[in-house]
């Protein structure tokens, strides 16, 4: 069975631009959330999506949003980028929604670098 | 205080070593209890996913859960260089629908 995939891998932007993230979910999963890691404050959650509607919401701005496709596909979109906002953008999928109560499996990633 | 506190190390042990790694949390709602391995420029790999107290073993992976305590701890034996990664404890709350990270335990296998 195929794994979360994510595109692009990498990415590199300048302030004041948008950006937007794909996230394919494990066949069958459901939900799937997106996070952001960074060095300094580790792995934050964004948000959820299920049935296409966000479930969940993490302490990030208004400008991250997201959203989710009828066939579970999910993006993320960040408006007017941050030198800030450079991080690892992970992707997870899960049966359900609840992230704990279901194992979660995360995607490889798209590096961003905003300069 | 962070509600998981969790020593970023580095951990540096000789290759078939017993490697302890730990998680302290503060939320007694949580009952979800993960531990996650990421190598260098990949995303987070689940190891183990254990509900409320207990032990869990998987092969060279024991996860172990004292809720009384408030600590989870992931022990690997017979540890090999390919374990060599980071290794972050999670845990959720009854309805899974609050997630908290660890911020990860550096990891070093000698050969």
């Known amino acids: 069975k195929a794994g979360v995939t994510q595109t692009p891998r990498y990415l590199i932007k300048t302030r004041g631009q948008q950006v937007t993230l794909s996230c394919s979910p494990i066949s069958g999963h459901r939900s799937v959330s997106w996070y952001q890691q960074t060095p300094g404050q580790g792995l934050q959650f964004l948000f959820e999506y299920f049935s296409e509607t966000q479930r969940n919401k993490g302490n990030f701005p208004g400008r991250f949003s997201g959203r989710q496709f009828s066939n579970s596909r999910s993006e993320m979109n960040v408006s007017t980028l941050e030198l800030g906002d450079s991080a690892l953008y992970l992707c997870a999928s899960s049966l359900r929604p609840g992230q704990g109560a279901y194992e979660q499996y995360f995607g490889p990633g798209t590096r961003l670098t905003v300069t | 205080q962070k509600e998981v506190e969790q020593d970023p190390g580095p951990l540096s042990v000789p290759e078939g070593a017993i490697v302890s790694l730990n998680c302290t949390y503060s939320?007694?709602?949580?009952?979800?209890f993960m531990w996650y391995r990421q190598y260098s420029r990949k995303g987070p790999e689940l190891l183990m996913y254990t509900y409320s107290s207990g032990n869990k073993e998987d092969g060279r992976f024991t996860a172990q859960v004292d809720k009384s305590s408030k600590y989870i701890s992931l022990f690997i034996r017979d540890s090999q260089p390919s374990d060599s990664a980071t290794y972050l404890c999670a845990m959720s709350d009854t309805g899974g629908f609050k997630t908290i990270f660890g911020a990860g335990t550096r990891l070093f296998v000698k050969a």
């Open positions: 939320n007694s709602a949580f009952q979800y």
